[in-house]
Nanobody, 120 residues
Framework: QVQLVGSGGGLVQPGGSLRLSCTASGSIFKIYAMRWYRQAPGKQREWVGTIESGGTTFYADSVKGRFIISIDKDKNTEYLQMNSLKPEDTAVYSC??????????????WGQGTQVTVSS
């Protein structure tokens, strides 16, 4: 019905940048919010940031000032621009969205994770 597909992970050196994408597809009436989460090995999943349908963004303190979330409503795609990356940003990043499909109530959907490794 609704699918989220994330992409863009990879290996980057400390101080470098990387951009992740997450595209929602299917029978979508409205997307209310999209989020990014990450999970490092041996740690709990951590919320990274949220973008609401109106464009308002919220960030975890750990990434504020370095990461930027944006959205292309025409493409139902959110982006996570990650700058000044640190080794502690290494994690599997997953996207999440509050979506109302046509003819169905609003629900939360998850994309598959994409690995981001920050290492020299």
């Amino acid at each position: 019905q609704v699918q989220l597909v994330g992409s863009g992970g990879g290996l980057v050196q400390p101080g470098g940048s990387l951009r992740l994408s997450c595209t929602a597809s299917g029978s979508i009436f409205k997307i209310y919010a999209m989020r990014w989460y990450r999970q490092a090995p041996g740690k709990q999943r951590e919320w990274v940031g949220t973008i609401e349908s109106g464009g308002t963004t919220f960030y975890a303190d750990s990434v504020k000032g370095r990461f930027i979330i944006s959205i292309d409503k025409d493409k139902n795609t959110e982006y996570l621009q990650m700058n000044s990356l640190k080794p502690e940003d290494t994690a599997v990043y997953s996207c999440n969205a509050d979506v109302e499909p046509y003819g169905s109530p609003e629900n939360q959907y998850w994309g598959q994770g994409t690995q981001v490794t920050v290492s020299s």
